[in-house]
């Protein structure tokens, strides 16, 4: 299994322009999330989803938008990029009950100019 | 909503000492509560967890206190080594039902000199 996958690794974009990170597991898990991480502020829940078909806001949702078509695929939209959403941007997944244990990807770095 | 406090945000001891990082957490109905080791540029690794039916839990090196009536849990790292030197993470959620939505404290920077 290669687990969570996220491309692209790294990323630069201009203010206003838009673009999706991409995220895939191959687990069959059911949870995926997507968190942001900066510096001195750890990890910052973004959107999640408990199935396809079904998403949720998280603490930290505005100016990023996802669907969930698939079990497999979560991807993250930035729709008119800013200079605060210059991050890390990490994607994870879980399986409902059981171990609970979320498995994170090696993450995005982005950076807004 | 749920919110996680995480303390010192840095820790510095000897090799061989003791290390104790204490998170507390606001929501009541929360019932899960994982501890993430995350090395400099990699992805955060989950080391230990704890569910609130569960006072303790030890894995070598590692343990892990939870005081539900206080809202605060705590990781102890005895016997430290170098290689434990990273940043480290609490996280709680409402397990079963809500494991995609983690909540994380600040994170502590922990050093261990040689």
């Known amino acids: 299994n290669a687990g969570v996958t996220q491309t692209p690794k790294f990323q630069v974009l201009k203010t206003g322009q838009s673009m999706t990170l991409q995220c895939a597991q191959d687990m069959n898990h059911e949870y995926m999330s997507w968190y942001r991480q900066d510096p001195g502020m750890g990890l910052r829940l973004i959107h999640y989803?408990?199935?396809?078909?079904?998403?949720d806001q998280g603490e930290v949702p505005n100016g990023y938008n996802v669907s969930r078509s698939t079990t497999e695929d979560f991807p993250l939209r930035l729709l008119s990029a800013a200079p605060s959403q210059t991050s890390v941007y990490f994607c994870a997944s879980s399986a409902p009950a059981g171990t609970d244990t979320q498995y994170f990807g090696p993450g995005t770095r982005l950076t807004v100019l | 909503g749920e919110n996680v406090e995480q303390h010192p945000s840095t820790l510095s001891v000897q090799e061989g000492d003791s290390a104790v990082i204490k998170c507390t957490y606001s929501?009541?109905?929360?019932?899960?509560f994982p501890w993430y080791k995350q090395e400099l540029g990699k992805r955060p690794q989950l080391i230990i967890d704890?569910?609130?039916?569960?006072g303790e839990k030890k894995d070598q090196r590692i343990a892990v206190t939870l005081n539900k009536t206080a809202k605060h849990f705590s990781l102890h790292i005895t016997e430290t080594q170098p290689e434990d030197s990273a940043v480290y993470f609490c996280a709680a959620s409402k397990g079963s039902g809500n494991t995609g939505k983690l909540i994380f404290g600040q994170g502590t920077t922990l050093q261990v000199k040689p």
């Open positions: 704890i569910r609130s039916n569960v």
């Open positions: 989803s408990v199935g396809a078909g079904i998403t």
């Open positions: 929501d009541s109905a929360s019932n899960y």
